[in-house]
């Protein structure tokens, strides 16, 4: 078994995604529980780098506390690469920008501090939500395509009112991932 990742998040209560409509086949719904919008990945660094990373949130969070977010879900599209997507993702409505700013400036930071480096791509905040199964075919990601874009979850309106360190969960059948440190932001905004 490959090393665990390893990365920082804002939990989402994830209900909503017991009422979409199946996933087609070879495809994986994302549990509840798991459904959340990455700040920081960290990827397999290990506890140690993911602790360097969480010291860094508790010193910004303490120097500079940030209110919750609302947030609203928009257009589901494919993620990963463009010729064979590793995910079906919810991108923001509102929100979108104040989380953009987010995931670059304090999302770098925790790269930084965990892996050493920032990352390279532009931020990009989206909710995953299914996730192809490495078999599926190309039919398969197409069904998967046509999945997302009949979804319409303009009223999925949450709060991030956490930011939460991740790994995989010891469950993998039932969850894929595990909180294992949770920070709360001030609750004015």
């Known amino acids: 078994m490959p090393r665990p990742n390893w990365f920082f998040a804002f939990p989402i209560d994830g209900a ?31 506890e140690a780098a993911a602790q360097r990373a969480l010291d860094v949130l508790d010193e910004r969070l303490l120097a500079e506390p940030f209110a919750a977010l609302e947030v609203t879900l928009g257009e589901v599209v494919p993620m990963g690469s463009p010729r064979r997507y590793t995910a079906l993702s919810a991108l923001l409505g509102e929100g979108r920008g104040a989380l953009t700013a987010c995931l670059s400036d304090l999302g770098g930071r925790l790269c930084e501090a965990g892996i050493g480096r920032r990352p390279t791509r532009a931020a990009k905040p989206h909710v995953t939500l299914a996730r192809p199964r490495h078999r599926a075919s190309e039919a398969d990601r197409a069904d ?34 595990q909180v294992v440190a949770e920070r709360k932001l001030m609750q004015g905004a």
């Not at 017991?18 to 509840?32: D, G, I, K, N, Y």
């Open 16 to 46: 909503f995604v017991l009422e979409l409509p199946a996933v087609p086949r070879l495809f994986r719904l994302f549990h509840p529980d798991d459904v959340h919008l990455t700040l920081a990945f960290l990827g397999g660094s290990g």
């Open 144 to 177: 998967g395509i046509a999945w997302a874009s009949a979804l319409d979850l303009g009223s999925v309106r949450r709060r991030l009112d956490r930011i939460a360190l991740y790994t995989w969960s010891d469950q993998r059948r039932e969850r894929l991932f």
